[in-house]
């Protein structure tokens, strides 16, 4: 009678766990572009194609040519993809919500939309909003209904935050790498407070955050951040800003190990998507891509294809030329998508390694809690 015996018994009656449902009925994601299923797009239409080309066939609100990562981490736990708080007309919210939208921070921004280009929609408002849903879920649905959850769904949900990196880069150009450093300490004791709230709030117990991207391999940062060709490493990404993302990194796994410890019966953990995608930049043939830091969809050719002046989808009168972005045939040959959001191959093979398992800190045995489905 051993772990092998168990393991064999598993294998010998995989019916008994075919239909198991996972324990997470419900996941509500917190972040960005990296993570918006359609909710920045339900308030400032419309997102135009090539988004979405791949698996949608039209745009569907991701920053990606298919899905998110998001999107495979419902898949994977069996559950429908998140429709966005934000959209009120064919959503269901019965296995969660998601309040990420494109360009949202973890500070709350100074400026408007129109002036910066920052999400209205910071983590703060995120919290607001799941703390709304809950009201109208003890209001509406007790018991549940068609579009809302019961009301003990919050205890047993997963709670997702993928934010950050718009705190990280949207002043980068401008203050540089010390002046960012600055306020990055508030970023993150600002998401350890979020999921404070949650816990004590909602009645959250179980927490992921990820990390921040090696933006020094993005195609957009490559073209826009001022660098020197020594600040270059071997695989053509920048030292100084990945150096910083380290940093960054260090801060919140130190900072979520501290949260961790004042929060009992609660599971906190620190996920290192960061490993995976700086493989992809830097071996990307190993995983099946050609490029690494040249995007699929933009402008100017290259080494990048990055126009900051215009982005994927766009065109713009530049010196009374009209300039159009244009799109590769084969995204599944890039790990970048537009120069800053990774392709939907590239987020696969994040979402795998963190549905396996190896991107955790602590270790989680996610296949133990959930019966989990192919991701394909
Ligand atoms: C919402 O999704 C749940 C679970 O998939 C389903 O049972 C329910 O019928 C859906 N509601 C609507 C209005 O489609
Ligand atoms: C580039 O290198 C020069 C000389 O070492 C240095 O003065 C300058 O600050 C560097 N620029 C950047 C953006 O790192
Ligand atoms: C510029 O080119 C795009 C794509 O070909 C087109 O949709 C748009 O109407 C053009 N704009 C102008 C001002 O000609
Ligand atoms: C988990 O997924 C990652 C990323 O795709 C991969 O590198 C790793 O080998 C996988 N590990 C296991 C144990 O399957």
Redo the contacts with the bound molecule.
Sequence with gaps: MSFLFFALLILASPSTFTDARCDFPAIFNFGDSNSDTGGFWAAFPAQKLPFGMTYFGKPAGRASDGRAAIDFIAQGLG??FLSPYLQSIGS????GANFATAASTVLLPMTSLFVSGLSPFSLAIQLNQMKEFRSRVLEFSPQGN??LPPKDIFSKSLYIFDIGQNDFTGRLADIGIPGVKKYLPQVVSTISWTIKEIYNELGGRTFMVFNLAPVGCFPAFLTELPHNTSDLDMYGCMISYNNAVLDYNKMLKDTLSQTRDQLPDATLVYVDTHSVKLELFQHPKDHGFVYGTRACCGEGGGEYNFNPLVFCGNSKEINGKNISTSTCDDPQNYVSWDGIHATEAANKIVAFGILNGSLFDPPFPLSKYCDLHPIG
Excluded: K, R
């Design positions: 559950l429908p269901n919210f019965t296995h068609y579009y």
